[in-house]
């Protein structure tokens, strides 16, 4: 990098990183479940699943709102010198750093199955749909705004949560910049014209 600069990484595309993987993880766990009579019985299972869903996905959804709110405040423009990383680069960083976690997410929600089933599988989606609901909330902000946040890249490697504690500040630049939406969705291609 040049002169000071550092390497961003879009906050919203860090958060949504892990979505796809927990919700697809989810649903197959789930699909497996039902086919296990389970110790409490399917209807219980299921019900106990919605339940769970829910749940899941609105405390995951909301949890930290106020820490990232704080840092999304605070934030500072970006430097001319900084380098912003692609949206794969991202996402597939941050899904190699926590491979292990969702395997054994994956597993502990099919050996859930054996008790309670789909109730593991419906949890884990629900996580996932958390963390769609959470960037949507933050594109949300950056159309707002009309400002795209990023994160700096060293700062991620400590857990590759975008509000840890290691985050000190966010950076913001122009709703153009990068490659992905506001929210880290895929910029659609008349879009990057």
């Not at 550092?6 to 595309?13: E, F, M, N």
């Amino acid at each position: 990098m040049a002169r000071g600069g550092q390497g961003l990484a879009r906050v919203a595309v860090v958060v949504r990183a892990g979505a796809a993987p927990m919700w697809w993880l989810g649903v197959c766990a789930a699909g497996i479940g039902v086919l296990l009579p389970g110790l409490t019985g399917r209807r219980i299972g299921v019900l106990a699943g919605a339940a769970l869903f829910l749940v899941t996905a609105a405390a995951v959804a909301y949890r930290r709102r106020g820490r990232y709110g704080a840092l999304m405040r605070g934030a500072a423009r970006a430097g001319k010198h900084d380098v912003l990383q692609d949206r794969a680069v991202t996402v597939r960083n941050w899904r190699r750093e926590h491979r292990w976690w969702l395997l054994l997410a994956f597993v502990a929600a099919l050996g859930s199955g054996f008790a309670v089933p789909v109730a593991g599988g419906m949890l884990l989606a629900g996580a996932g749909v958390g963390l769609w609901l959470k960037s949507a909330w933050i594109g949300r902000r950056e159309r707002a705004e009309e400002a795209l946040l990023w994160v700096r890249v060293d700062w991620l490697t400590a857990g590759g949560r975008p509000a840890g504690k290691a985050v000190r500040s966010y950076r913001g630049t122009g709703i153009a910049a990068g490659d992905a939406a506001p929210g880290g969705a895929r910029r659609r291609a008349d879009a990057l014209v």
